[in-house]
């Protein structure tokens, strides 16, 4: 049995077992697509089968496609500094236990904020603003790594307010790719694969269909730091083969995806004990790209059941696009099918 033939059984047994409704996925090298595979229907129920051109709500990969993308060009036009203080952006945060928090610590997920806020989303992006702002710290910064959407969720906000438009149009004027974006066209949007609320979410009770999952995107109008953009496989597989070719030095890729600053932003983090990047994660042998992947490695994923990981060493990258979180399995057992799937295609 080849390793796709591998691949393909971890992602069927996963689909049986009802694990996620649908899957597609992509290895490629810097050069192409080497291999795809599609299974499943949109929902457990639907005769629909999914194809390359179904979307799907990316969830965190948004954090690195998107988020992290507008933060290296803003980088590279020296409008924001990796070391400018977050309280510089956000008039809330303030105090002598956040004030040295920089931009640099809320990509690498060492702020000191925690993931989630305690009580529901509010209804605004001031109110947002304040709440994450204000908040007490859960650890000293930099003194450990704990991952938190609320601190993209603030990089957004800065994002938005430093280029003077919205993350969207400044994603979309950076990748105009529109399979790859925050909102999709009205044909391919009702198309997409499905998820379902959160049981927390006033949205409960029924299907979302191109329609952010996550319920603070959702509060955000849908376009948030760390969640929102939705893609087709294809779509995910052209950025992960430009972000490999500018990791692995080629000079001929568009702005920002220049290779020192790529280089830059893919550096594992100084922070103790911490995989992250800077927006980005890091190959860890306990980590969801498996065992086979070489120390260069740095990928995301998504809590719908996404995930990208980029491997220069290896000229390759693999994508794993699936609607978990329509009525799937656990997170833990997408973390066990996606180190399956990154381990079959190890010698890929």
């Given at each position: 049995?080849?390793g796709?033939d ?12 009802r ?8 290895a ?7 291999w ?6 949109r ?18 990969l948004?954090k690195?496609?998107a ?17 400018d ?7 809330d ?47 000293v ?9 609320l601190?993209?969720?603030?990089l957004?906000?800065i994002?938005?307010d430093?280029?003077d ?12 790719d ?13 198309h ?9 979410d ?5 299907l ?5 999952q ?25 950025f ?7 990791a692995?030095g080629d ?26 990047a800077?927006?980005?994660d890091?190959?860890?042998?306990t980590?969801?790209?498996?065992e086979?992947m070489s120390?260069?490695?740095f990928?995301?994923?998504g ?40 381990d079959?295609?190890g010698?890929?």
């Open positions: 049995m080849t796709t591998e691949a393909h059984r971890v992602l069927a047994d996963a689909h049986a077992a694990v996620f409704p649908s899957a597609v996925a992509e490629g090298d810097g050069a192409g697509v080497i795809q595979d599609v299974l499943g229907t929902t457990f129920d639907a005769a629909e089968p999914v194809d390359r051109r179904t979307a799907y709500d990316l969830a965190s948004t690195v496609i988020t992290t993308t507008i933060l290296m060009h803003l980088v590279a036009e020296h409008v924001v500094a990796l070391d203080r977050v309280g510089a952006f956000i008039p945060w303030r105090g002598s236990d956040r004030e040295t928090v920089a931009i640099r610590d809320l990509l690498e997920h060492a702020s000191g904020l925690s993931a989630r806020l305690v009580d529901a989303p509010p209804a605004s992006r001031r109110e947002f603003e304040h709440d994450i702002a204000v908040m007490p710290l859960e650890y910064p930099r003194s450990r790594s704990i991952y938190s959407d601190g993209f969720i603030l957004g906000f994002v938005a430093r280029g438009a919205t993350l969207a149009s400044q994603f979309e004027s950076l990748w105009p529109p399979m790859l974006q925050f909102a999709l066209a009205p044909d391919v949007k009702r997409a694969a499905p998820t379902e609320p959160l049981t927390e006033t949205r409960r009770g029924r979302l269909v191109g329609e952010v996550d319920n603070y995107a959702a509060a955000l109008g849908g376009v948030a730091g760390h969640a929102g953009i939705f893609g087709t496989v294809d779509a995910v597989g052209a992960a083969r430009t972000t490999l070719r500018a692995r000079v001929r890729q568009p702005a920002p995806f220049a290779p020192a600053l790529v280089a830059t932003f893919t550096t594992r983090s100084a922070v103790a004990g911490s995989s992250r800077l927006g980005w890091r190959m860890l042998p980590s969801s790209c498996g086979r120390t260069t490695a990928g995301h994923v809590f719908t059941g996404t995930s990208l990981w980029i491997d220069p060493a290896r000229d390759r990258y693999f994508v794993l696009l699936t609607n978990r979180a329509c009525g799937g399995g656990t997170i833990e057992d997408m973390r066990r099918v996606r180190r399956a799937f990154h079959a295609l010698d890929l």
